[in-house]
Structures are given as C-alpha cells and as structure tokens.
C-alpha cells in the first residue's frame, strides 16, 4: 500500500521534472494550515516529506505567512511554532506583509515550488496554473496531488508544437505522450492533420502577460505559467493583513 503511494508521488514528480523543468532539491513552500493539520494528526513534517518523496526536499516558508499565523494567536501557536523551524525565503514583502495566500501566489510566478496546503480556495486557484504541484495531508497521509487536466493538456500542446509531423516524428510522439499519460488518440494520423492546421494558436508557454480579466474562464490559449500574478493584489499596500475568514475557519473547525 505505502509502496503503491510512493510509487505515484514519484510518477508525478517526474512528470513536473521532466516538463516543468522541477529539480532535487525540491522545494515545498508550507503554510500554516497544513501545518495545524500536521499537528493534529501528528505527523513529523521533516521527516515525512523526503521520506515521502524519496528526494532531498528542501522544506520553505515565508515571512507573510509565519506573521499571519502569529496574528491568529494562542489557538494556532502549535502550527506557529512548526512552520517558523523551515527555511524562510525572501518573498519581497518586507515593507508591507501580504495575506499568506497573497503572498503564496507571488512566489510562484517565478520559482518553482511545491505548496503544501490545507486551504481549498488556495488549492482551486493553483490548479488553474500550468505546473504547478500541491500537495496536502489526507488525515495522516501526504498527497502530492496528480497533475490537473490543464498541466497535462499544456504538455500535450507544447508536444504538437515541437514536432514537424514527418511519420517517424508522429512515431516519437505518441510514444512520449504514452510515456507522460497523455491520451493519444487511435486516429492518429488524422488526429495530428488536425492539429497541425490549429497550429496558429500561441504556445501558451511563450506568452505576453495578460492582464487578469476577473472571473474569465481558464482555457488554454489564454492560460500560461507567467500569467500568475494577481497584479491587483501586488498594487495594493496594507500595512494590516485581513486574513480571510475561511482561513479562521480552516484553523477553528479542525476538519480535514
Ligand atoms: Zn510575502
């Protein structure tokens, strides 16, 4: 059983190394409500995550959320003191510190981090963006969660765009998307005609930032891994953090 879960942790994480460009030591950016969980199903986060990995981790925080969970007081001091022994990384909000989720999304737009969360807005939110892994506590058990439908729709589109369609490219093809789990269709031949004639689409790797429209849907073509920023957030300078009410709820409710 533990064995069958490794096993998946690490298809997963190739899947992000080999197409998100993801490395050892890999690095997992905590907040404090995965964290509280921790605490309440005792689970040893130092040594669980490498052990679960089988890969040196390097295990990170930042500022913003160490202060947020610190205004949350008494009731949270358990997962206050966890989550301040991690390496701490500059997140560029010394002046004017962020809401632990704010400040989480500014760390992604250009590293490379795992983040490990309880919170499921945070969660939504990040599977909207093209490679980036989360992971959460099942009660006792870390999940690295499976690359969502747009990262792997993302690494089938760049695919395409790399191969010039000549028959022993459309060959390779499928035998790299079968290796990364992509669905190859049985058609193929008329399957890659087809692409090929929507090529004029732009990668959505190589994209200009777009400004965030609010509630637009997420699809391919406008999605793309630059295009995280909230720049909306990042303009506005509050000295005090609002921290979120389904946050207070996240540490007062004790459900997971
Ligand atoms: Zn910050």
New binding site residues.
């Given amino acids: 059983m533990k064995i069958a879960r490794y096993k998946k942790a690490q298809k997963t994480l190739s899947f992000y190394r080999n197409n998100f460009g993801f490395r050892e030591p890999y690095q997992i950016l905590i907040d404090a409500t995965f964290c509280q969980t921790a605490l309440i199903f005792q689970i040893g986060i130092k040594d669980q995550l490498p052990k679960y990995f089988q890969a040196e981790t390097r295990l990170v925080t930042?500022?913003?959320?160490i202060l947020e969970a610190e205004s949350l007081g008494s009731k949270v001091q358990g997962a206050t003191n966890i989550v301040k022994q991690f390496l701490v990384h500059k997140?560029?909000?010394e002046k004017g510190?962020?809401s632990g989720i704010?400040?989480i999304k500014?760390?992604i737009k250009n590293n490379r981090y795992v983040i490990a969360t309880q919170d499921r807005e945070l969660q939504e939110y990040l599977r909207k963006k093209p490679g980036q892994p989360i992971m959460y506590l099942h009660k006792k058990t870390p999940v690295l969660e499976q690359p969502s439908e747009l990262s792997r729709k993302t690494v089938e589109f760049k695919l395409n765009e790399s191969f010039n369609f000549g028959t022993a490219d459309e060959k390779k093809l499928v035998a790299l998307k079968k290796s990364e789990g992509l669905p190859v269709a049985e058609d193929t031949k008329t399957d890659l005609k087809k692409k090929k004639k929507k090529k004029k689409q732009p990668n959505p790797l190589s994209c200009k930032k777009k400004k965030k429209k609010p509630n637009a849907g997420v699809t391919l073509k406008k999605s793309s891994i630059d295009n995280i920023q909230n720049k909306t957030i990042e303009k506005t300078k509050r000295k005090r953090v609002k921290i979120p009410s389904h946050i207070k709820e996240i540490f007062q409710s004790n459900k997971y």
Wanted: aromatic share 0%; charged share 10%.
């Fill in positions: 930042t500022q913003c959320i997140c560029g909000h510190p962020k704010a400040c500014s760390m």
